[in-house]
Every structure is written in C-alpha cells, then in structure tokens.
C-alpha cells in the first residue's frame, strides 16, 4: 500500500490544522494506520493510530485532548485532527500503515507516506 500524507504548512500558534493521509494501491480495510512527527534532532515519535477494523484509536498522552485521529471508509482516508497548535508542533508529520501491530514502536510499522510539514510560528 502507498501512502500519501497533505495538509501541512505555516500557520500560526492556535490555529487548527487537519492533516489527511490517503492509500492508494489497497485499501486501509484489515490495516492499523498511524501518524508520527519528528522535528529537528529528535526523534520519531508517536501520535495516533487507529485500527480499521474496529475503528479503536489510540492516542499518545503527550498530545491527548488536542489532537484526534479518524477515518472515512468511503475515501480510504485517515485524518489527524490538531487544535490550539503550538510552536512545539514544528515537524514533519508522517502516516504509516501496520497489517497487525497497533502501538507507538515506529519500527514496527511497514508502510510510510512520505511526509508533511508543519510549522507553527507564534
């Protein structure tokens, strides 16, 4: 499966963003689709993932209550919804797709779009 991330770009701290990522090749259907960040020098980490089968998502503490991940069936799309944005959101945001892991371990996940960035300014 391919995927492709959009939605980034420059906006300003607090401001909203909505961030698709979009399969082509197969469809998400027995999938676990993920979003990532890496900024500058640090490393990869973990944001949202969301299991396709049963719709359970599973959301990282550090960014719980701002950022929300979802899907559309129809569109074979996973979202990742980010609100009250911060200058500490700075990175290049990635999707990954998994046949069966479900959890935060980059490593783990087989299929990677190729990124978007997103810069906050404040």
């Known amino acids: 499966v391919q995927l492709q991330a959009s939605g980034g770009g420059l906006v300003q701290a607090g401001d909203s963003l909505r961030l698709s990522c979009a399969a082509s090749?197969?469809?998400?259907?027995?999938?676990?689709v993920a979003w990532f960040r890496q900024a500058p020098g640090k490393e990869r980490e973990f944001l949202a993932g969301?299991?396709?089968?049963?719709?359970?998502?599973y959301t990282a503490d550090s960014v719980k209550g701002r950022f929300t991940i979802s899907k559309d069936n129809a569109e074979n799309t996973v979202y990742l919804q980010i609100n009250s944005l911060k200058p500490e959101d700075t990175a290049v945001y990635y999707c990954?797709?998994?046949?069966?892991?479900?959890?935060?371990?980059?490593?783990?996940?087989?299929?990677w779009g190729q990124g978007t960035l997103v810069t906050v300014s404040s």
């Open positions: 090749g197969r469809t998400f259907s027995t999938y676990v």
């Open positions: 990954a797709a998994s046949r069966t892991y479900f959890g935060p371990r980059a490593p783990a996940y087989t299929y």
């Open positions: 969301i299991r396709w089968t049963d719709d359970t998502t």
